[in-house]
């Protein structure tokens, strides 16, 4: 499966990565060690309430996901879930588990009404704590965001962004729900020593375009949203082919605070390698260790080589560094992908390697694995002025999904160069 829209220089696309490859199937020695179903028993405790569950078989196979749920009969309310032997196991109403034995549970219902909850990625507490209120009773109600969520607002039964609210308790169940906003985490190398730096920044402004692209994004990220990350190596003074040159910039870790880019240098790192895997790894350790987001996109900045080349000897690929005489193979972007996704607990969400001729099968057969979308270009892709722009769509609406985040990316080249008046 493939989205692409195609800008008429740039050839900018964005590919799901769907690849798979199977190995023949053989028949296995081993026996689960599992029974193949389980039964579940349901009762009520009391005539004040009746029980369900989904599915609403008894005999259910091993390891299916169990909703079960207590309906309490007028003026009364689930309060409980016990197992068979008295033991409370939950007071959610509905009740989800993934049934792995036998089981057996029984539903209480006392009198009163409920606070109940739909919310996904938060935590609500209720001071008193229920789960059963009496009429007219107030509760302080407070809801807390899951690691890498940020509350936006309530979007049932109470309104507004304060997290703590008092509820009054009428004579029927009351429902909460809210939403709550996923954090991304940016990781943005930017590999410049080379003629990216002493050429197109002397003469174009190319980085500080750039860098304050990513500023401004992060200075309009008022939901906080957003961390972003940037791994800087400028030109070294070693390099002969810029002699006289030298860079505005420091080698280093920057997290973005939408002000001055040289304010936001957290850690200096001397010269950096930008074809080194190491110091790419550090990086992403150091950025994923402070950064509290559940979805991540990570991009490389860099001239580009795909894998069509007359030498073999790692001279396609990115982040290429004419101190160091080195560059990211397609094969090492492969392992910083998949060292990067081992960080975070499982795929990045966009991975884009800015740069020219990156977009061929090659380098999505190596990353695979390793991220859900790829933005790359098939052509030469000069762009003074245009880059990160499409962060922005994340401000709208950080639930964008990898695939509408990545076409975010397609349109923006597409309006930048189709645009007569930009400068490419």
């Given at each position: 499966m493939k989205l692409m829209k195609l800008a008429p220089y740039a050839a900018l696309a964005a590919v799901t990565l769907l690849f798979s490859c199977a190995n023949p199937t053989s028949p296995s020695a081993d026996k689960p060690s599992h029974p193949s179903t389980c039964t579940?028993?349901?009762?009520?405790?009391?005539?004040?309430?009746?029980?369900?569950?989904?599915?609403?078989?008894?005999?259910?196979?091993?390891?299916?996901?169990?909703?079960?749920?207590?309906?309490?009969?007028?003026?009364?309310?689930?309060?409980?879930?016990?197992?068979?032997?008295?033991?409370?196991?939950?007071t959610d109403n509905p009740y989800t588990f993934t049934?792995?034995?036998?089981?057996?549970?029984?539903?209480?219902?006392?009198?009163?009404?409920?606070?109940?909850?739909?919310?996904?990625?938060?935590?609500?507490?209720?001071?008193?704590?229920?789960p059963v209120y009496q009429e007219n009773d107030v509760v302080e109600v407070t809801i807390t965001a899951d690691p890498g969520y940020v509350f936006n607002q309530w979007t049932t039964g109470l309104a507004g962004t304060a997290a703590t609210q008092e509820v009054t308790i009428g004579t029927s169940l009351y429902e909460l729900d809210a939403q709550l906003d996923p954090r991304w985490r940016i990781l943005v190398h930017i590999a410049a020593?080379?003629?990216?730096?002493?050429?197109?920044?002397?003469?174009?402004?190319?980085?500080?375009?750039?860098?304050?692209?990513?500023?401004?994004?992060?200075?309009?990220?008022?939901?906080?949203?957003?961390?972003?990350?940037?791994?800087?190596d400028g030109y070294a003074a070693s390099d002969p082919a810029g002699a006289g040159y030298t860079t505005g910039f420091t080698d280093g870790y920057y997290k973005l605070s939408g002000g001055s880019f040289a304010g936001d240098l957290?850690?200096?790192?001397?010269?950096?390698?930008?074809?080194?895997?190491?110091?790419?790894?550090?990086?992403?350790?150091?950025?994923v260790g402070d950064s509290t987001a559940a979805r991540t996109f990570y991009s490389v900045f860099n001239h580009?080589?795909?894998?069509?080349?007359?030498?073999?000897?790692?001279?396609?690929?990115?982040?290429?560094?004419?101190s160091a005489d080195d560059a990211l193979s397609h094969y090492e972007l492969a392992q910083v992908t998949a060292y990067l996704k081992t960080l975070i607990g499982g795929n990045i969400d966009v991975f884009y390697p800015?740069?020219?001729?990156?977009?061929?099968?090659?380098?999505?057969?190596?990353?695979?694995?390793?991220?859900?979308?790829?933005i790359a270009s098939e052509e030469v892709f000069p762009a003074e002025e245009w880059s990160w722009e499409a962060l922005s769509s994340i401000l709208a609406d950080s639930s964008i999904s990898s695939v509408d985040l990545g076409g975010a990316f397609c349109d923006s080249a597409y309006d930048y160069f189709s645009d007569s008046t930009s400068s490419h």
């Amino acid at each position: 499966m493939k989205l692409m829209k195609l800008a008429p220089y740039a050839a900018l696309a964005a590919v799901t990565l769907l690849f798979s490859c199977a190995n023949p199937t053989s028949p296995s020695a081993d026996k689960p060690s599992h029974p193949s179903t389980c039964t579940l028993t349901l009762t009520s405790g009391d005539v004040n309430g009746t029980v369900s569950s989904l599915p609403g078989d008894t005999t259910i196979p091993y390891g299916t996901e169990i909703t079960v749920t207590g309906t309490g009969n007028a003026g009364y309310s689930l309060a409980s879930w016990q197992d068979d032997s008295g033991n409370e196991i939950s007071t959610d109403n509905p009740y989800t588990f993934t049934i792995t034995s036998n089981t057996s549970l029984v539903a209480n219902f006392a009198a009163g009404y409920r606070i109940d909850t739909n919310v996904e990625h938060a935590q609500i507490t209720c001071d008193p704590v229920g789960p059963v209120y009496q009429e007219n009773d107030v509760v302080e109600v407070t809801i807390t965001a899951d690691p890498g969520y940020v509350f936006n607002q309530w979007t049932t039964g109470l309104a507004g962004t304060a997290a703590t609210q008092e509820v009054t308790i009428g004579t029927s169940l009351y429902e909460l729900d809210a939403q709550l906003d996923p954090r991304w985490r940016i990781l943005v190398h930017i590999a410049a020593d080379n003629n990216i730096d002493y050429d197109f920044e002397d003469t174009y402004g190319i980085l500080t375009n750039y860098i304050e692209t990513l500023e401004g994004i992060k200075a309009a990220d008022t939901g906080d949203l957003l961390d972003i990350y940037v791994l800087m190596d400028g030109y070294a003074a070693s390099d002969p082919a810029g002699a006289g040159y030298t860079t505005g910039f420091t080698d280093g870790y920057y997290k973005l605070s939408g002000g001055s880019f040289a304010g936001d240098l957290v850690k200096t790192t001397g010269e950096i390698n930008s074809g080194s895997v190491a110091v790419t790894e550090s990086f992403m350790k150091w950025a994923v260790g402070d950064s509290t987001a559940a979805r991540t996109f990570y991009s490389v900045f860099n001239h580009g080589g795909g894998f069509d080349d007359a030498s073999k000897a790692a001279t396609y690929g990115i982040a290429f560094d004419d101190s160091a005489d080195d560059a990211l193979s397609h094969y090492e972007l492969a392992q910083v992908t998949a060292y990067l996704k081992t960080l975070i607990g499982g795929n990045i969400d966009v991975f884009y390697p800015y740069a020219c001729l990156m977009g061929g099968i090659e380098l999505a057969w190596e990353v695979r694995n390793n991220a859900d979308v790829l933005i790359a270009s098939e052509e030469v892709f000069p762009a003074e002025e245009w880059s990160w722009e499409a962060l922005s769509s994340i401000l709208a609406d950080s639930s964008i999904s990898s695939v509408d985040l990545g076409g975010a990316f397609c349109d923006s080249a597409y309006d930048y160069f189709s645009d007569s008046t930009s400068s490419h």
